[in-house]
């Protein structure tokens, strides 16, 4: 018979047993837990946090390639080497006891600075200070950034004492070609301009970490080591040809010291596609060594520069007035040397002539202010700054460049009586080289404006090849329309004064010069005698392939866009030859001046 005291007794054995299992239950499920379930986290943890042993695996940054794959910017290692101070004082103690055949530390010293070019003194000086500081160091950096060259002679040296880790730095091979395009980064490796701060995001690596256990005497514990691997930039294909870039950085540079002009600038666009195939300037800088340029020369003028275009814009208003206005390009105005016109605006031409009756192919090749401004009362305020709009004036070229800046036309709400005739002949306003450059290439490519580009592709580090989303083409004027300008703008080459010295043999080109004037914000007026010389043009004119943009900023030996002339059209016939474009068939069709 059970007595209910024995009943108890087994009721908290039974109640004690389920506590212990239920206890060692959940000891179980962590164990389970630690070394199966998340293994490699706590052990990657403990790891951290019990040893702190870690090393950072650098990726490198990507390469930057023109069109044929050229290098413009690439990575390659440099290595920052160290010392240990206690492992040289006691190999040199065993040297001296006769127990080592080892190379004494005054001897390696003098070979470490032969090799790295730092004074004898401040090597051993390294050493000695730590060692004064603490007699047990392990760790004392010798030198930040040496080649491979140099790191290969060190490792050859052999001592146990001396170690190098390797990291990537940027090169640019060909210096300052293309460099106010490519950019540069700091010394701590961040994108400071250009390209490369533009398109970090395809170039940018990810570093990596291995993470290991060190027993006390430093040495890596076999298998306590975890690596997450570094991720490599990606490889960015730019549009631009680096040798048509380098011949014309050479050409430009020539050009403006020749002119004493403050800078100069050639731009090259297909103009069936947008694609920029140069970017010039002068100054220019080298990413190597930024700071030797002055800072204002380390960016680029093409893309951060606007400028009022002058008679450039007349070929836009010709364009509107014959798309929206009924006009042609024999169709005629009367305009004399000086206009006064109802609003009481005034607009005069660069040189005085009785009126005459001049058809608009004439105005353009005159040149003449009166006379454009006449042609641009065939459509109303609105159409024109629509049509500005359409050829993409103020609204930039989309490329994608760090900091680009956009052109300003004002809407028509704000335009005062003068404004409303200015802004016919390129005043009153402002644009950039890709704006003035896009809305000629719509001239060119049949009425229909490209997106510009300047980024071809970024290839990723594993292989997956990205290309940009570009807006839309944009249709702006009829291919009749079209074609009629280009007839304009060869005749305005071809009976020009400076025919000799723009014209290419072989080709037929056409195109237009602008001499903008030079607006002073701290005056707020225009600066006396500074001008912003323009010439571009198409070629070859029946089937124009390429856009092609001279400018000078400020030239003071010839103030006018003449002294754009020979740098044109050596760079027209370098662009043609670059890209084996066939010689032009037939002859000018010659438009009357007057009517």
């Not at 297909?270 to 020369?297: C, H, L, M, Q, W």
């Not at 014959?322 to 006009?327: E, H, K, P, S």
């Not at 609204?395 to 300003?408: C, H, L, M, T, W």
Request: charged fraction near 20%; aromatic fraction near 8%.
């Amino acid at each position: 018979m059970t007595t209910k005291s024995t009943r108890s007794q087994r009721r908290r054995t039974v109640v004690a047993l389920a506590i212990v299992l239920a206890v060692l239950g959940g000891f179980l499920v962590r164990l389970v837990d630690i070394q199966v379930v998340n293994a490699d986290e706590h052990v990657s943890d403990s790891i951290e946090k019990a040893f702190g042993a870690k090393q950072t695996l650098y990726g490198s940054r990507g390469t930057i390639v023109d069109e044929t794959g050229q290098t413009l910017a690439g990575s390659v290692l440099r290595y920052d080497c160290q010392l240990d101070p206690l492992l040289i004082t006691q190999l040199d103690g065993q040297i001296g006891a006769g127990e080592s055949d080892a190379e004494p530390w005054s001897s390696v010293s003098a070979d470490i600075s032969e090799i790295t070019g730092q004074p004898l003194e401040d090597v051993q000086r390294i050493v000695g200070d730590k060692l004064a500081e603490d007699p047990a160091s392990r760790y004392a950096e010798l030198v930040k950034g040496v080649s491979t060259e140099q790191y290969r002679a060190l490792a050859d040296l052999g001592a146990p004492y001396l170690a190098c880790v390797a990291h990537p730095a940027r090169t640019y091979p060909d210096g300052a070609v293309g460099g106010n395009l490519v950019g540069f980064i700091g010394s701590d490796g961040e994108p400071l301009e250009g390209i490369e701060l533009g398109s970090d995001s395809c170039l940018a690596s990810t570093d990596g970490v291995r993470t290991y256990q060190q027993g006390k005497d430093g040495v890596t514990i076999p298998g306590t080591e975890r690596e997450t691997p570094a991720v490599d930039g990606g490889t960015l294909t730019l549009t631009i040809n680096r040798d048509l870039n380098w011949y014309l950085q050479q050409l430009i540079a020539e050009q403006a010291q020749n002119m004493e002009a403050k800078s100069g600038s050639i731009l090259v666009v297909e103009s069936a596609t947008g694609k920029i195939r140069a970017a010039a300037e002068y100054p220019t800088v080298d990413p190597n060594d930024p700071s030797a340029a002055a800072e204002a020369d380390r960016s680029s003028r093409i893309f951060r520069g606007t400028f009022e275009p002058g008679s450039t814009f007349k070929a836009l208003t010709a364009a509107t007035v014959m798309d929206a206005g009924g006009q042609s390009p024999t169709s005629t105005v009367v305009a004399s040397g000086f206009e006064t016109f109802a609003n009481g605006a005034r607009v005069r031409d660069a040189f005085g002539h009785a009126a005459y009756t001049y058809t608009l192919a004439g105005v353009l090749m005159d040149s003449s202010n009166a006379g454009i401004a006449k042609f641009s009362e065939k459509v109303s305020n609105e159409t024109r700054y629509d049509y500005f709009k359409k050829f993409g004036i103020g609204d930039g070229s989309a490329v994608g460049f760090y900091g680009e800046a956009k052109g300003v036309v004002h809407p028509v709400s704000d335009w005062d009586n003068q404004t409303v005739y200015n802004t016919s002949y390129g005043q009153g306003l402002t644009t950039t080289m890709p704006e003035l450059a896009g809305a000629y290439a719509a001239i060119a490519n049949g009425g229909v404006r490209m997106p510009l580009s300047l980024v071809e592709s970024c290839t990723t580090a594993d292989g997956t090849v990205v290309t940009p989303e570009l807006p839309d083409p944009t249709r702006v004027v009829s291919e009749q329309t079209a074609a009629a300008t280009r007839d304009i703008l060869e005749n305005v080459f071809v009976q020009s004064s400076m025919s000799d010295s723009i014209l290419v043999s072989g080709y037929r080109t056409g195109g237009k010069t602008g001499t903008g004037e030079k607006f002073d914000p701290e005056t707020g007026s225009y600066k006396s005698g500074a001008y912003y010389t323009t010439m571009i043009g198409m070629a070859p004119i029946e089937d124009p392939q390429y856009v092609i943009v001279v400018t000078l900023d400020e030239p003071s030996k010839v103030k006018s866009s003449a002294a754009n002339a020979t740098a044109f059209q050596k760079a027209v016939t370098q662009v043609l030859k670059t890209y084996r474009v066939m010689p032009s068939t037939g002859t000018p069709t010659l438009l009357p001046k007057f009517g």
